[in-house]
């Protein structure tokens, strides 16, 4: 899944395309994941951290979310607009990704 190359961004949340060794697949296979991700200011620079991502399982075949630890909660609690947001733009993504892969098979 090399194709997707995807970023969007709402004031500190971002959508981004990252490709990723996933324990559940040979060492060497790489699948792209859209990473959920929270941008903040240390030192006086810009660092992120990953909320959350999506895979794709190509063993299904379909799309997973998978959240990092208690990251996605606290974000729940605190910005719910920006959450659904974010995983709108996901969706969208994901889909136009899916029928593009479909066209091509």
């Not at 909660?73 to 593009?100: I, P, S």
Request: aromatic share 18%.
């Amino acid at each position: 899944m090399n194709d997707l190359n995807f970023y969007w961004r709402m004031g500190d949340y971002a959508l981004e395309a990252v490709p990723r060794h996933l324990a559940r697949f040979d060492e060497d296979e790489k699948n792209e994941t859209i990473d959920l991700v929270k941008y903040y200011q240390y030192k006086g620079k810009e660092c992120k951290y990953s909320i959350g991502y999506f895979w794709y399982n190509t063993h299904e075949p379909c799309w997973e979310l998978k959240f990092v630890g208690d990251r996605f909660k606290e974000l729940l609690e605190t910005d719910v607009v920006a959450v659904f947001k974010m995983l709108k733009a996901a969706y969208d993504t994901l889909e136009e990704w899916t029928e593009r892969k479909e066209v091509t098979e």
